[in-house]
């Protein structure tokens, strides 16, 4: 099976911050998905972070972030695949509908409002355009694009 999906979100805290991590695993290839609580008493950062995207961060907001397990063991974010580390077509789309399921999964569990994704580099931003254009995404969520600075931001709205 190409996608395999852990049980269960870890719920987690780092210096102050509360934040949920969920590990999956495509091809064989262990990935973590890793949600940051947007702290509403942070106002200095809230209102920089709104003023960025141009809304309103309701409460129930996160900040989401997905990489390569190793990646984040060795604290090496984002970095490319090896050549046999590589997902071909099926295991990119494999990818795209793991992402989705698993922001379904966060929405369902924490009754989430709002993600904030950002593109770290140009390969991903074609990733998630192209997620994004496949318009396959639930009902439950809309999706804006290029918002933020260098237009490589994604803001992600639940619908109840």
Known sequence: MPVQLSD???ELQENGFHYQS????ING???IMVFFEIMRSHQ???AERENEIGVIIPQG???VKFDRQHNVDKKEYYQPATPDEQLN???MAALGLALEMILEMHIE????RFFLAVADNPRLKRFYDRLVSKKRHSQRYTIMTNIGYGGNGYAI????
């Open 8 to 10: 269960q979100f870890n």
């Open 22 to 25: 969920f590990k999956f695993m």
């Open 29 to 31: 290839f262990p990935f």
């Open 44 to 46: 200095e950062y809230l």
């Open 61 to 63: 907001s996160y900040d």
């Open 89 to 91: 077509i099926r295991g």
């Open 109 to 112: 569990r924490y009754h989430s």
């Open 157 to 160: 709205t639940a619908h109840y």
